[in-house]
Every structure is written in C-alpha cells, then in structure tokens.
C-alpha cells in the first residue's frame, strides 16, 4: 500500500502525470495471458530520465515497489503489480533520440514500439528486425529479451542491444555498452540488464543494432502431410545451412483458426511459413534449395509471394494467429506457455508436446519459431473453472520440464515474471541463487519489480 506522504510526493514529483483512477490502475493490471495480480496502487507517467531517477529515489524512502510499463503485451505477468506499488508507465518517453546510419545504430527511448521505429527507417534503407508478433515496445522486449519470427537470421534482443541507459533502485542512472562493435573493458553490464525484466533497474534509453533493407524478398507458406514431416523439414532446412530470414511453423488447429478469423484459405494441414532474404540471385538459389529439401518430406501446395502486399497478408495472418485462435472459443481465456530445445530434439520436444495436450481435452494449439527451436502452446480454459486451469497449469509445467529433459530452457522468448519462476530453480541449479545475490546488491530494498524472475 502507498502511504499519504508517498502519494503527496508522487503528485509533488508527477503532477496530473500520477494516476490513482480504478480505470487507470485496471488497466495496468491486466495480462495478455491468464495470469493474475493484484492492481497497483498508481500509475505515473514519466517524460525524462530525470523524472524517473527522482522517482527511485521517492520509492526507496517510502519503500514503494517500482513496475516498468511498456505496451503491456508480456505473457507471464512480467508488468503485474504483486505486492502494489507503482506502474511506471513509459508511454510518453517514446522517442527516436539519434540516428547514426553509418554505424548501423539508433538511439531511442523505452517506450517507442518496434512498428514506429520502422515506420521511422523506412526511408533510411535500414531497418530493426525483432519481431515478437505484438507491437511491443522497444524497453519491455530488451527487459525481457524477446525474439521472435525473425530471430533464426537476426538474432533476439541480446543481439541487437549495444546499449542502455538505466536507473538503478537508489536513483543512479548509469550507461552500458558504446558505440563500438565490440569491448572487451570490463563486465558486459548490457547483457546482465536485457532479460533482467526491470528486477534490477529502469531502462530509459537504448542504443540498437540495425540491419540493412534486403534487397530481394521472398515469402512462402508450404502443406505438410504430417507435423512430424513439417518439423523434420525444418530440422534438415536449419543443419543443411539455407538462410531463412523466417520459419515459422502452425499446426492443422491453429491454421482453422486462422483461416477462420482472417479469412484465408490454407489447407488445413500443418503449415510452415517462410520468408527469404538477399540479392535475388541468393533468394532464388535459396528457394530452390528449400524446395528440394521440403519435397523430400512431402511437402505440396507451395504458395510464393514477393510482392509487399502479399507477403504483408502472409506474416498478417500468422500475426493474428493468437487472437485467431482465441476466437474459436469465446469467453476462453488461453494459458501461453513457450520451450526453447535445441533444434536435434526439436521432433520429440513437438512429438511428445501435442500427445500431452491431446490427452488433457484441453484445446492447444501449436505454433512457433521453429527455426530456432522455439514454439509456442496456446491452452484454452475456461477461466471460471479451476480445474481446467489446474489441468492447463499441468501441461505447461510438463511443457517446460520437457524442455529441460531435452537440453533446452524453460521459455524461449516470453521471459519469466511470475508465471514461470516455479521452474527457474530446476533450470539453473546454484546460479538462481547467484542471480538473487546480484538483485539484493543493485536493490537491497527490493523496490524493483519484485516477486519476479528470482528466489
């Protein structure tokens, strides 16, 4: 709970920039998943680094808990306010800072979403890459280091971050990282910070790697008789070495889905979808390739697009897929679990993954970036029956020590928050622990983000 002296200096601080509305704070207190908190007690508004320093200070005196706020798109309750406290709204601080297109580099606050920055380069011949399906914002996908479609070729956040800016729990703001390509000048401080989920700090300004427009394109989605074909081809696609730009894989639920809610014609088959990129001579001798490899494993139905307009319909519908797929139950909500595994075991992690799922009578679909091992179960509950929830709990739990069987890690790109802390311990032994140890000397309070990530 915020006291009457923590409230007086929050208005003090913010003006009509702090909120303590119940719309506001319900807002900021929902998940895109079926994973519950309580509300916060504010939400603020800040437009400075400055701004956000003072407030890390006013949060340690009155021991008041801190919560970065970005597009609000995390799936594990990354953003939920488990002990109260005070949203940290980046939505104002939401700039493009610098542009160095020489050094392939962009400076940009927290609160910036993926979509606007590229709307920014489009004229620049560059572009930013990662991209998670949601239009998130550039902060949160550093605090959780997120991936997506594209990562098979371009790599996740910890990738494309070169550096930060981030308030520390006792208002100290400090910069990571150069503009250099590379350092070898001490403790890599950017990568303990990406992925840290706002546990340890505040970012309120990143600098990103970007990459060059590709000359060519080339979008394709390909039927497969059996899922198991489907990620076999990926498996030899990926060991072969043909550059996919993306790989992305819908088995037959989540492609009735899609076509229902999109109105698209895919058979009803498992699917992958592909994206090529390069010099046209490249693409094309990468498309045949494929073509070779897919055929081996029964492929039909090739479907080829480069123009914009259709590989935008294309990577449309597999964006939608989420919303697709809760479609086809209303008034379900859905449990969203992801496992990374390395790509050998890649068959049995999907195998093994759709044979639990059909034996709970949970609807499940599968999808995911199976490029780089990663994928994707969507569990429909119903979230008025706690033994439906219970049972697609179960599954994910099963999910995630699947994954660690196998060699992989409990979640690929969604992060931790609270939802998969239970599993944290399994997956990393004693170094959990070191992780509390490195929270406790950056917040000896534990004002940031707490109940997250760590012991």
């Not at 007086?8 to 601080?13: E, H, K």
């Amino acid at each position: 709970m915020v006291s009457d002296a923590a409230r007086s200096d929050l208005g003090a601080l913010f003006g009509d920039r702090l909120s303590l509305s119940a719309a506001v704070r319900e807002a900021h207190g929902q998940s895109e998943s079926l994973v519950t908190a309580g509300l916060p007690d504010a939400v603020v508004f800040p437009r400075t680094t400055d701004e956000v320093a003072r407030l890390a200070v006013l949060a340690g005196r009155h021991r008041v808990p801190l919560i970065g706020w970005g597009a609000g798109t995390s799936l594990e309750g990354h953003a939920l306010a488990v002990a109260g406290g005070v949203v940290v709204d980046f939505r104002d601080m939401a700039a493009v800072l610098e542009l160095r297109a020489e050094d392939r580099l962009v400076r940009v606050q927290p609160g910036l979403t993926r979509e606007a920055l590229n709307t920014e380069l489009r004229a620049t011949g560059l572009m930013f890459p990662v991209d998670p399906g949601a239009n998130a914002s550039l902060g949160g996908m550093a605090a959780t280091r997120a991936s997506g479609t594209t990562a098979v070729r371009y790599g996740t956040m910890r990738d494309n971050v070169r550096g930060l800016e981030v308030v520390l729990a006792d208002g100290r703001v400090i910069r990571t990282g150069t503009a250099a390509p590379k350092s070898s000048a001490g403790y890599d401080l950017t990568a303990l910070f990406v992925g840290s989920e706002g546990t340890l700090g505040l970012i309120t300004e990143l600098t990103l790697r970007l990459h060059g427009q590709p000359e060519a394109v080339m979008a394709a989605v390909a039927a497969f008789p059996t899922l198991a074909g489907a990620v076999d081809c990926v498996i030899a696609t990926i060991q072969m070495g043909i550059p996919m730009a993306r790989i992305e894989f819908l088995d037959e639920a989540t492609v009735a889905a899609c076509n229902a809610y999109s109105g698209g014609s895919l058979p009803l088959a498992p699917q992958l979808l592909l994206e090529f990129h390069g010099h046209p001579v490249g693409v094309a001798e990468d498309v045949r390739r494929f073509q070779e490899v897919a055929a081996l494993f029964g492929a039909e139905g090739f479907q080829w697009a480069d123009r914009q307009e259709d590989r935008n319909r294309l990577w449309k519908l597999r964006h939608e897929a989420y919303r697709a797929i809760l479609a086809t139950r209303p008034g379900r909500r859905a449990i969203v679990t992801d496992v990374c595994v390395p790509i050998s075991a890649l068959a049995v992690a999907v195998a093994e993954t759709r044979a639990d799922i059909a034996a709970s009578g949970i609807p499940g679909p599968i999808l995911g970036h199976v490029g780089d091992g990663n994928f994707h179960a969507i569990l429909l509950v119903d979230p008025g029956s706690a033994a439906e929830v219970a049972t697609a709990g179960a599954l994910a739990g099963r999910m995630a020590e699947r994954a660690l069987r196998l060699g992989g890690t409990i979640t690929g790109e969604h992060g931790v928050g609270f939802g998969k802390r239970p599993y944290m311990a399994a997956e990393h032994g004693a170094a959990w622990h070191v992780m509390g140890e490195i929270k406790r000397a950056l917040d000896p309070m534990g004002v940031m983000n707490p109940g997250k990530v760590l012991p």
